[in-house]
């Protein structure tokens, strides 16, 4: 049946509707066509869709197979797959690929399907829209071209950069072979910013990375670490050609100035370096530490204008305090003594009835200003300076204080790799968890499959004594790394959490409802509940309730509130 066909027929005051509803599917750039089970097309409107086809109306495709001759092989058979994962009533999909009429240029498109009826092995109706998406395309490639290089100088950027030396670093293991890495600063970018303005700065960033352009050959890499800074990495460098080498780069940079809108500007540099190698004293042994001991070595001499200063531990000495790592230090103990961190609960519902089962704890941080942020980074800072074990500790007594306000009140607490790996750390957190006595009941500890996969034996260890004392034990963002299902069978973990990135568009994305599948299958043969996280579409809730998955968490249910208070869809039925 078309489903389309009353909407088309000239009854009274219909007219309206159709041309409101054509007005607004224009203005998405947008058609909408209902394919059927003997390959027919039914589209919304045909003058709609021969101007989105850059068609005229007699040649609008009116059979899937015409409607393919539109496309090439790849989209194809990425449809033609879509449609066969249908195998249910109201099961979607969502494609982008490229059209091209006839004649007309090729441009991108989206489309979504979503089964309306049919039986069981054969195609049924499908609704479909298609949506032009070029401008996001352009959006996508542009994301696509910076998350590699640098916007501003079309270097490498730091991660791309960082990926290099890491590269380096493996072939300079291989055959035996040290490689190298140099940190190049401009020293006066801020006073050419000061006296020329910021567009003038820019302007000599860009000519300096046109110059390394052309010093640095393949196989050496070069790319842009932000701000005054540029890397280059070295992939044959004995310890005798760093220094040399430094000093002919710094000649080639600064032989003639850099021309500028108000005239020529002379350009400063300073250059620090490193060996790269496991096995030598005094290398980086890995990219990180490459960036780190080679701005260390020019922050040892900050007057240094135009030398080669090599990194070496004696530099230490030598060096001016880091305000930065002190700071983040003494922010991170102020924050605790001050009280300025905080818990906000995200609530995790029955998946089923949508009544609450718990809360999970996240930390939040107050900033000076008042302000009240995630502590996301705060974490991150909290780690490599290994004081995350008092941000657990801190998260673990705001959670027990408000389970003496609140009896009834179930929560989960995240525990992190830094408490779990720090044997006395742990003891003290399963000792201060043991002193809540009936309390201990009512809490369940998230453990990251990270961690789980990292040091099994440790969070094995862990598990085992919150299992003695009474806590549930789950394992958080499960999928992301791969855990084997021996370390998660010797956890002995009540539930597993599924990582976000295989919930979100679940419901038109079909690897990842098998791949949720097998997980849940897993879960149930070994009695583990299973909780997804992120859940924000009412799409993707219905097909996790199908799927089995027992507890739902995301911004459909609940954004993470100073207070517990999650209020079901139940209450208020009789």
């Known amino acids: 049946?078309?489903?389309?066909?009353?909407?088309?027929?000239?009854?009274?005051?219909?007219?309206?509707?159709?041309?409101?509803?054509?007005?607004?599917?224009?203005?998405?750039?947008?058609?909408?066509?209902?394919?059927?089970?003997?390959?027919?097309?039914?589209?919304?409107?045909?003058?709609?869709?021969?101007?989105?086809?850059?068609?005229?109306?007699?040649?609008?495709?009116?059979?899937?197979?015409?409607?393919?001759?539109?496309?090439?092989?790849?989209?194809?058979?990425?449809?033609?797959k879509a449609l066969k994962s249908l195998t249910w009533d109201g099961a979607q999909y969502a494609l982008t690929y490229c059209m091209s009429g006839y004649g007309s240029p090729m441009f991108w498109v989206e489309e979504r399907g979503q089964r309306l009826s049919g039986t069981p092995g054969k195609p049924g109706h499908v609704l479909c829209t298609l949506t032009k998406v070029d401008a996001r395309k352009q959006?996508?490639?542009?994301?696509?071209?910076?998350?590699?290089?640098?916007?501003?100088?079309?270097?490498?950027?730091?991660?791309?950069?960082?990926?290099?030396?890491?590269?380096?670093?493996?072939?300079?293991?291989?055959?035996?072979?040290?490689?190298?890495?140099?940190?190049?600063?401009?020293?006066?970018?801020?006073?050419?910013?000061?006296?020329?303005?910021?567009?003038?700065?820019?302007?000599?960033?860009?000519?300096?990375a046109d110059r390394l352009k052309h010093i640095v050959r393949q196989p050496d890499i070069v790319g842009r670490l932000g701000g005054a800074h540029f890397g280059i990495g070295l992939s044959e460098c004995p310890h005798e050609v760093l220094k040399p080498l430094a000093e002919r780069i710094m000649k080639d940079l600064s032989a003639t100035p850099y021309s500028g809108m108000h005239g020529?500007?002379?350009?400063?540099?300073?250059?620090?370096?490193?060996?790269?190698?496991k096995t030598k004293d005094y290398s980086a042994k890995s990219a990180d530490q490459a960036l780190r001991q080679t701005k260390m070595a020019l922050e040892s001499q900050q007057n240094l204008h135009g030398e080669?200063?090599?990194?070496?531990?004696?530099l230490l000495s030598t060096r001016p305090s880091a305000p930065n790592v002190e700071t983040r230090e003494e922010d991170i103990v102020s924050a605790l003594n001050e009280r300025r961190i905080s818990l906000a609960y995200q609530p995790i519902i029955d998946?089923?009835?949508?009544?609450?089962?718990?809360?999970?704890?996240?930390?939040?941080?107050?900033?000076?200003?008042?302000?009240?942020?995630?502590?996301?980074?705060?974490?991150?800072?909290?780690?490599?300076?290994?004081?995350?074990?008092?941000?657990?500790?801190?998260?673990?007594?705001?959670?027990?204080?408000?389970?003496?306000?609140?009896?009834?009140?179930?929560?989960?607490?995240?525990v992190s790799a830094g408490t779990v790996k720090n044997i006395d750390a742990a003891d003290k957190y399963l000792e201060a968890v043991k002193a809540l006595g009936p309390f201990v009941e009512n809490i369940t500890?998230?453990?990251?499959?990270?961690?789980?996969?990292?040091?099994?034996?440790?969070?094995?260890?862990?598990?085992?004594?919150?299992?003695?004392?009474?806590?549930?034990?789950?394992?958080?963002?499960?999928?992301?790394?791969?855990?084997?299902f021996q370390n998660l069978m010797a956890i002995e973990a009540d539930s597993i959490k599924i990582d976000g990135s295989f919930i979100q568009e679940l419901s038109t994305t079909p690897h990842k409802q098998t791949f949720v599948r097998m997980m849940v299958?897993?879960?149930?043969?070994?009695?583990?509940?299973?909780?997804a996280e992120m859940v924000d579409n009412p799409d993707d809730a219905e097909l996790l309730v199908r799927l089995g998955v027992d507890y739902l968490q995301g911004y459909l249910f609940g954004v993470p509130s100073p207070t517990p208070n999650y209020k079901s869809p139940n209450r208020h039925k009789p």
């Open 351 to 414: 998946a089923k009835t949508r009544e609450l089962h718990h809360y999970e704890c996240l930390l939040r941080l107050r900033h000076n200003d008042g302000e009240i942020v995630s502590a996301g980074q705060f974490i991150l800072e909290a780690e490599r300076l290994g004081l995350i074990h008092l941000l657990d500790r801190r998260a673990l007594e705001l959670a027990s204080e408000r389970l003496k306000q609140d009896k009834t009140l179930k929560i989960a607490l995240n």
């Open 521 to 531: 299958d897993l879960a149930q043969t070994l009695s583990i509940k299973t909780v």
């Open 445 to 484: 500890l998230e453990l990251t499959e990270t961690v789980a996969l990292e040091d099994p034996a440790l969070a094995t260890r862990f598990a085992n004594e919150a299992h003695a004392i009474g806590l549930e034990f789950s394992i958080d963002d499960f999928g992301s790394g791969y855990t084997s």
């Open 264 to 277: 020529d500007i002379v350009a400063e540099f300073s250059i620090s370096g490193v060996l790269l190698s």
């Open 139 to 208: 959006v996508e490639e542009r994301a696509a071209y910076t998350a590699s290089f640098d916007a501003l100088s079309g270097l490498w950027n730091r991660v791309r950069l960082r990926e290099g030396i890491n590269y380096l670093l493996a072939i300079a293991l291989r055959y035996d072979r040290p490689a190298g890495f140099m940190r190049v600063k401009v020293t006066n970018l801020v006073d050419v910013n000061t006296t020329y303005g910021f567009e003038a700065g820019d302007r000599l960033l860009k000519g300096v």
């Open 1 to 80: 049946m078309n489903r389309f066909a009353e909407i088309r027929e000239p009854v009274e005051d219909d007219g309206h509707k159709t041309q409101f509803w054509s007005k607004a599917l224009n203005l998405l750039k947008s058609v909408v066509f209902e394919t059927e089970p003997e390959g027919t097309i039914a589209w919304q409107n045909d003058d709609l869709a021969a101007r989105f086809l850059h068609s005229v109306p007699e040649n609008v495709p009116h059979s899937v197979s015409d409607f393919e001759l539109y496309l090439n092989d790849t989209a194809r058979r990425a449809r033609q």
């Open 308 to 314: 080669f200063v090599e990194y070496s531990p004696k």
